[in-house]
């Protein structure tokens, strides 16, 4: 029997064809609102993994990475899967089994570090506060003081689960001073806030596309001190994961070797990475920061009108992110619903034991402008008001 | 001081703009050429990873993957990351730490679940075969005969490696003989050739989407059956991957439940596959197997012609990627140089033991048309004639 006519056991879908999208505001925690410019490179021919045009890219990719993490670190480049991806790379690169790492814990992701840990056979020692609530670098230096034997601190700068921005850098100092290394998550961070990786000894970080980079999600950027990479060499078991294994991994990305085949990178991913971050360059690093905090700031005066409390105090509010209360007598699900099918709007709803108690509006990278802000505060208006 | 007059350690790359991409033809082992409808696709704006529009999507790609598999496997849907992703996903998954897997290796794909397997803590049987010959049924049956604490057998059915087609069917049923577990990669056999999950009994099996589905690099196609998804649940230790455990995983992708966040899937990716998907089911997957095998006898037939030789035998040549032996006096890089500049033809090298030994040349998804074959001939022609 001919292939053409070979019998086929599982039959196709009913009804199959294009699919629709609609055109949404997205003003969640991210994804977030994606600049046509972004939309468009990520339509481009695909090009082979180990097209020297592709590779030029890379190292383009790499040196905008490195002017939106501020550093001079070799190692900095994008990992192939979301910034779930990152967080595990950082992890599993650096921590072998029975090493302790200190976790600041005050989010989902900051116990998604404690999973990450103890599945590569860490130990974490966790250092918890309530949600919403910022770490203390004066309590993880005494934690640090006590125990002696932890080798790592790990800790979320942006906390996306609440809104909340760490003192990245005195937790860094803190860490420093008793010669910790440091595992630091910015997924929500990079590009919308200070993130400044050389002058706080940062030793790994890693963030993503969707946030305030305004990419679609898919890539996690990533970047690893001299110290690190040192540290990873040295290892003495093998990384757990072959896929996220840093070693094997620079034999595609760095640039002083000749380029070896470890796994098929997402070629237009990347473009639309590369195109992001040259518009990040053209704004500027320190433009895009105060563009942030000036929206925020007009969006918390807007919230403040309606008479919507933040979850989070000053200084620890993310201009990127805000977190607020749900309104007692107001249905969480009822008013989201109405943004999205009403106004095509899309906000976040809170994650873990906040879920149901606020919502979480999100102004990053391209999304932060004023058209955004002035459309939620008026769809939010209109809902409430129901 | 503000933040717009910051101080910037790291500046900005002297020259940043957007990256002019130059149009391949993909002949390679893979990425192919993309279809425009895909590409077009993947340039829709992003929805949020919980918009229920894009829930519908991923249900409408999960029914669209079981009838490319072949399967009526719940748990189908699309891995964030590459093959490689996949592969540690299937492996990572089933394999529990001290647990054997028979691996079948003729090629680089084979050793790299050797990899895979021991870095889980698996015990890695190695049936090994010469790269370019098929794997022998009889003798994986004989292997199990004698090792019966073997719990799983593994091995690649399409070896990008090499180009051959290993007997998937026959090895599977080898498998069942003695009551194993049956883990295959198909990355480069999805839609290309037959791949018939359910009837052949395979327990997982996962895929890329830039070989014959014609799709951009990025996502892993991905079936687990009923019993391997029971094998998981039942599972004595964690995953030791956060970002692969599918028991987390089935919380986004299973329409049983209530979706909850996991990661943030590859948004723009995912509408890429899905139009990939859409123009398999549009054309058939019989009519897609039997456009590979006619398109592959074709090129067969031109080089036949320039004198070149297949370094894979039948009936183990896969129609969809050619393996041929460059002629002696033939200088490897000098040719693929000429082809990439010359003529914006990408076609591969040899892998390992077969690096300047060998050509790879693909004819995948949308890429395996008449146009290719005659511009390939042609230009394969004119370099080597020089």
């Known amino acids: 029997m001919s292939l053409e006519q070979a019998n086929l056991k599982v039959a196709l879908p ?3 064809g294009p699919f629709p999208i609609p055109l949404r505001t997205l003003m969640g925690p991210g994804p977030s609102d994606v600049h046509p410019r972004v939309l468009l490179a990520m339509a481009k021919p695909t090009l082979g993994h180990l097209d020297p045009e592709f590779i030029l890219m890379m190292e383009e990719i790499k040196k905008l990475l490195c002017y939106a993490f501020q550093t001079n670190n070799k190692a900095t480049f994008a990992v192939s899967g979301p910034g779930t991806a990152g967080m595990e790379m950082a992890i599993v ?8 790492v200190l976790v600041g814990v005050n989010g989902i992701f900051g116990k ?11 130990v974490a020692v966790i250092y918890e506060e309530p949600m919403g609530q910022p770490l203390n670098p004066e309590k993880v230096e005494g934690l640090l003081k006590s125990q002696s034997d932890v080798r790592y601190v790990a800790f979320v700068h942006a906390e996306t689960s609440t809104g909340v921005e760490n003192p990245a850098q005195a937790l860094c100092s803190g860490a420093h001073q008793y010669k910790k290394m440091i595992i630091m998550d910015t997924v929500t961070g990079l590009g919308g806030v200070p993130v400044l990786i050389d002058e706080w000894g940062v030793d790994v970080a890693y963030s993503g596309t969707q946030k305030c980079l305004g990419a679609p999600p898919g890539l996690s950027p990533i970047t690893f001190s ?10 003495k078991t093998k990384v757990q ?9 620079m034999g595609y990305w760095d640039g002083a070797q000749a380029r070896t085949y470890h796994h098929t990178a997402p070629i237009n991913a990347c473009y639309g990475l590369h195109e992001s971050l040259v518009l990040l360059a053209e704004e500027g690093l320190q433009k895009s920061w105060a563009r942030h905090k000036t929206n925020a700031k007009t969006l918390e005066g807007e919230l403040t009108k309606l008479g919507l409390k933040y979850l989070v105090q000053e200084p620890y509010r993310l201009p990127q992110l805000h977190s607020i209360h749900i309104p007692s007598g107001v249905e969480d699900a009822k008013v989201r619903k109405s943004l999205l099918t009403d106004w095509n709007l899309e906000i976040g709803g809170g994650l873990g034991s906040l879920a149901g108690k606020i919502w979480r509006l999100g102004l990053m990278g391209h999304g932060s402008n004023a058209k955004n802000i002035a459309y939620c505060t008026h769809a939010l208006q209109s809902c409430l008001l129901k």
């Open 241 to 249: 994961s072959w896929f996220l294994d840093l070693n094997l991994l």
């Open 112 to 122: 998604r570090m404690v999973e990450n840990v103890e599945r590569c056979g860490g």
């Open 226 to 235: 001299e110290r690190a990479v040192a540290h990873i060499k040295a290892r």
């Open 93 to 100: 690169n650096l921590v072998e089994p029975g090493e302790k």
């Open 14 to 16: 009913s009804s199959v």
